[in-house]
């Protein structure tokens, strides 16, 4: 009867840590494949003037002077 429950014991003690592994692997994030982020300024035309930054994909780069 001993030997049953420490089983179940250990059964339940092993689900509960794959449990906690695939959380785990769920909650990691996937490699970052961000592109590059220029900071503009940009503002309300009519008053009250107000201005804030925003993060646009900047424009690629122009191509290097040839030989």
């Known amino acids: ?3 049953m429950r420490r089983i179940k014991a250990l059964a ?3 689900a509960i840590i794959a449990l906690g ?3 785990f692997t769920m909650a ?3 490699t ?3 592109k590059p982020c ?3 300024m940009v503002c309300t035309t009519q008053p009250p003037i107000v201005c804030w930054e925003e993060c646009v994909p900047c424009p690629p ?3 290097p002077p040839g030989p």
């Open 1 to 3: 009867m001993k030997a």
């Open 32 to 34: 970052a494949s961000a």
């Open 21 to 23: 592994a695939v959380m």
């Open 28 to 30: 990691t994030p996937d």
């Open 38 to 40: 220029c900071w503009v």
């Open 12 to 14: 339940l003690f092993v």
């Open 61 to 63: 780069l122009p191509p």
